[in-house]
């Protein structure tokens, strides 16, 4: 499960008239406006990223990082992230494209398959959160809790963030997960920090830096690249 958990926490969908019945606070309502907005103009987002995975049962947290992008297509939504383990190097390459998950493991030398297939829905739900998705997205998807204005860095330049919890209305994904948290930029749409509770209590912190929206994604440093080798598991 760590593998698809990993892709969800990146990871996020999404009407005025119900974000603004479901929160009345004002400050939530006029972050969602913010972020339809934004929402309208944006093409596609590339950063670093840094994640810790604390694992309740044995307390204990793991980190990697590495570089993702989002690139909205056709209106729909793809993703590449490159994985790096700090001792061992790159590790894994994933790519959800053309409704197909890929997660290409370099030590062992395999692609795996995943096709979301009923769960498609929730796969572009993650796939937007913070990255690309509208306000009224959001507020379909998700029950809002608005946690106030928070002062975060981004290339170690100050950027004023609002933080909204999330409990999805879709109890096959509280399942997953019971709550998201995300601190995000309304400006530019893009959250530069996110928080996974699951129900067993592990937690995923994802941590974004040096974002570029609507730049020149550079596709080929996220490619699979498939050896004589590799071997392929799934559909």
């Excluded at 989002?70 to 490159?82: D, H, I, N, P, Y």
Aim: proline residues 5%; positive net charge.
């Amino acid at each position: 499960m760590k593998p698809v958990r990993f892709v969800f926490s990146f990871v996020l969908a999404f009407s005025a008239v119900a974000a603004v019945a479901q929160a009345p606070d004002p400050r939530l309502a006029a972050v969602l406006t913010q972020m339809d907005a934004a929402s309208q103009q944006f093409k596609n987002a590339r950063a670093d990223f840094s994640q810790d995975y604390y694992e309740a049962i044995v307390r204990e947290t793991t980190n990697q990082s590495g570089s993702i992008y989002f690139e909205r297509k056709g209106g729909a939504t793809q993703m590449g992230a490159v994985i790096v383990d700090p001792k061992r190097g790159k590790q894994k390459v994933l790519e959800f494209k053309d409704g197909m998950l890929r997660m290409f493991d370099i030590p062992n030398d395999q692609i795996r398959l995943i096709k979301p297939g009923s769960n498609q829905g929730q796969v572009e739900t993650f796939l937007t959160l913070g990255f690309g998705g509208s306000g009224k997205d959001l507020a379909r998807a998700w029950n809002i809790s608005y946690g106030g204005s928070e002062t975060l860095t981004d290339g170690g330049q100050p950027v004023k963030t609002e933080k909204l919890e999330l409990v999805s209305k879709d109890p096959g994904v509280r399942n997953t997960f019971t709550k998201v948290t995300i601190w995000i930029d309304p400006v530019r749409g893009i959250s530069l920090k996110q928080v996974f509770e699951t129900p067993s209590h592990d937690r995923r912190t994802s941590t974004y830096s040096h974002v570029k929206v609507n730049g020149k994604i550079d596709a080929g440093s996220f490619e699979i690249k498939k050896g004589s080798h590799t071997t392929v598991v799934g559909p």
